[in-house]
């Protein structure tokens, strides 16, 4: 290797990239280092968000259990998926979908519940073997109303995602009204009002249609630009900081993000300042026969998938930067997780509904690393979905209730919410042949670094020395998810068996990263 300054040499392998160990002969086979002085952005907790669509048993069985029901609850929302939400700081929540949203008239949700219409749902085709029920023809018990409650329960934000497919800017301008307008001032407030919030939601994000280039209405991109040209045009804004998010491409697809940025400003570049958010989705699929079903090659195969994250961030940031050259529009990923075939659904209504295993969590915390990486160009992203879908943190059925290896990433990681993300550059063996040995992020609040570390290889342990640019380390702890088998996945009979344990601290500068496992590392700088 011809000589390279330290600086040059770590930048080639910043972030996930890879390579072999450092040619200065250590102990320890990686090494990680962390640059104090070369801040990335702030970590928005917005992009440990969360959503939760009309589909399958994400509302009726995992989020809505009804008032009158024995399940513990608060205004007939499940007591233990708001306790689980507020420990891991949810900062915000999607809602009524993905493609249900292209579907659905938010006047079906409001009024007494008693009152309100049942309607054929979205999925209703994909439900076939599932027996008629609120998944299959919603009854519309959990409506704006109801969502908001859960929201301010959880101390999350709410965002809402309009239909654009299937009503009009008119049916987007009065639903604003019925949140955001002060009671008193038109009929829709007042309907509100008399709901029981007299108070404005003043609800600030909202998505204009979903997968407008698929299900929300086959568009081209132009046609996209055009209706988002309408739906926001002009609607009284009610002193709330309005904030559009646009829906963007299906993972990779420039196709997408060039036509609408282009169409958009047509008529001048005025109307950037309309798009707050760029939304990406991207499930990074399956691999091997199933969520469960899977083997040490399919285990690496599917966490190249995930981190294919990175480079979908960088070139679409890149393409929405040839036209929106000063960067005002953010990026959104309001989708995102590994989607397997079905078969461990545990109930019939469960649409989509998945076992998350140790290989599930390790997809979630590469992909989170990956946001914290990219935090001056990320303003949101939600894992799809938050209970009882593809890559849940929560399964609920009627009165049981568990917390995925998912969940305890997203424990793990709060502490990441808010902190400054530093430069980080790691490198280790690879653990295969398209897989890097160590990844992961850093942040630093005040003077507690918090540093979140993957290692992907299934059966080695990485011994990784640390070196902190700028400060020294005045102590350490560690937390460890981790399990003995690579399938392991909490069910209601072993809701343990896939969760976190203190992993010690560092010895010296040196620590030792256990096989297939997310660590975080707590350090209190001197
Ligand atoms: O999350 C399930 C579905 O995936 C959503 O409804 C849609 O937006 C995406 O295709």
């Known amino acids: 290797m011809p000589e390279l300054s330290r600086r040059a040499f770590f930048g080639a392998v910043a972030g996930a990239a890879a390579l072999a160990a450092p040619r200065t002969a250590r102990a320890a086979d990686s090494h990680i280092e962390i640059l104090l002085n070369e801040p990335l952005g702030t970590v928005a907790p917005e992009l440990y968000g969360h959503f939760t669509e009309h589909i399958g048993a994400v509302v009726y069985d995992g989020i809505w259990v009804g008032e009158n029901s024995k399940i513990p609850n608060t205004g007939g929302i499940r007591q233990a998926l708001v306790d689980g939400l507020k420990k ?3 900062p915000v929540i999607r809602w009524p979908g993905g493609c249900f949203a292209d579907s659905y008239d ?31 023809y919603d009854p519309n018990q959990f409506g704006t109303t109801e969502f908001v409650r859960f929201c301010r329960l959880a101390g999350a934000q709410p965002y809402f995602a309009a239909n654009v497919r299937s009503l009009t800017p008119l049916d987007l301008d009065h639903w604003m009204e019925y949140c955001n307008a002060p009671a008193g001032m038109t009929t829709y407030s007042d309907m509100r009002a008399a709901a029981g919030d007299r108070d404005p939601y003043n609800i600030r994000y909202w998505g204009v249609g979903n997968e407008s280039w698929g299900c929300g209405g086959d568009m081209t991109p132009e ?34 993000t060039h ?58 940031w890149n393409a929405m930067g040839e036209i929106d050259n000063e960067h005002r529009v953010k990026l959104f990923v309001d989708e995102w997780g590994a989607w397997h ?39 949101m992203c ?44 790691f490198s280790a063996p690879r653990a295969a042949r398209n897989l890097w040995g160590l990844a992961g992020s850093a942040s630093l609040k005040g003077k507690t670094l918090t540093v979140t570390v993957v290692n992907p290889h299934a059966t080695e342990l990485r011994e990784a020395s640390l070196a902190i640019r700028g400060a020294s380390i005045e102590n350490s702890s560690a ?8 399938h392991a996945h909490n069910t209601f009979s072993n809701p343990r068996a896939v969760e976190t344990s203190p992993g010690g601290s560092l010895a010296g500068d040196v620590f030792r990263f256990q096989p297939k496992s997310v660590t975080r590392l707590t350090i209190s700088l001197a």
């Open 88 to 90: 891991i700081q949810a």
């Open 106 to 136: 938010w006047r079906d949700g409001i009024g007494p519940r008693d009152k309100r219409p049942r309607r054929t749902n979205f999925w209703v085709d994909a439900m076939r073997s599932a027996p008629d029920g609120p998944q299959k």
């Open 223 to 256: 046609e996209y630009a055009t209706e988002f040209r309408k739906f926001t045009s002009w609607i009284p804004g009610y002193g709330v900081d309005l904030r559009y998010i646009a829906s963007g491409p299906n993972g990779g697809d420039l196709n997408w």
């Open 259 to 316: 036509g609408f940025f282009r169409k958009l400003i047509e008529n001048g570049k005025g109307q950037l300042h309309k798009v707050y958010g760029w939304a990406m989705h991207y499930y990074c699929g399956s691999a091997g026969k199933g969520a469960l079903d899977f083997d040490t090659n399919a285990w690496y195969e599917l966490l190249a998938k995930a981190d294919a994250m990175e480079g979908l961030i960088s070139r679409t």
């Open 341 to 379: 075939p079905s078969g461990t659904e545990i109930d019939p209504t469960h649409l989509f509904g998945q076992a998350s295993s140790l290989r599930d969590a390790l997809v979630a915390a590469l992909t989170l690393d990956t946001f914290n990486r990219h935090a001056d160009k990320l303003a």
């Open 382 to 425: 939600n894992v799809a979905q938050l209970v009882n879908n593809l890559h849940s943190l929560f399964i609920a059925h009627e009165d049981r209730f568990v917390t995925t290896a998912n969940y305890h990433v997203f424990e793990m990681y709060a502490a990441h919410h808010g902190g400054r993300s530093l430069r980080t550059l």
């Open 479 to 486: 937390t460890v998810l981790t399990a003995p088998d690579m």
